[in-house]
């Protein structure tokens, strides 16, 4: 059996994640999740980049219309975060989207709305 891909380090964002969530718990918005995941970051001193313009190929031409992923971890690992009661499929593509314009292989979907810290690792 092989390893997971960024095994480690994946398991480091979740650990901030776990974190950041038994600090503040359920109910906040997304943007307040956001900021306080970035300070666990930097206490945790995980590399990252917030709110990455990512740019969109179509047969090598660069389109306009660009996404931004919430975070690009160990300039590897796209980190989206989500503060809702459930995760749905919709999401799950809205990551797949990212990993594709960007050529990552290892995306992390993190639901900070529910009870429990919900999260997810996607390959592409």
């Known amino acids: 059996m092989s390893d997971l ?3 480690n ?3 480091q964002l979740i650990g901030a994640s776990m974190e ?13 999740y956001q900021e306080a995941l970035e300070l666990e970051f930097q206490q945790r001193i995980i590399p990252y980049e917030r709110e990455k313009l990512l740019n969109i190929f179509y047969k090598g031409i660069k389109l ?3 996404y931004t992923a919430d975070f690009i971890c160990f300039d590897n690992i796209i980190v989206e975060l ?4 459930q995760l749905t499929g ?3 593509s809205q990551l797949i989207n990212y990993l594709k314009a960007t050529k990552l292989r290892v995306g992390i979907l993190i639901n900070f709305g529910a009870q429990s810290l919900e999260y997810k690792r996607l390959i592409l």
């Open 9 to 11: 380090e994946v398991y």
């Open 82 to 85: 989500k503060a809702l009661s």
């Open 5 to 7: 891909l960024y095994k």
């Open 20 to 32: 950041v969530h038994h600090q503040l718990g359920p109910g906040f918005l997304e943007h307040v």
């Open 90 to 92: 919709d999401h799950e």
């Open 64 to 66: 306009t219309k660009t």
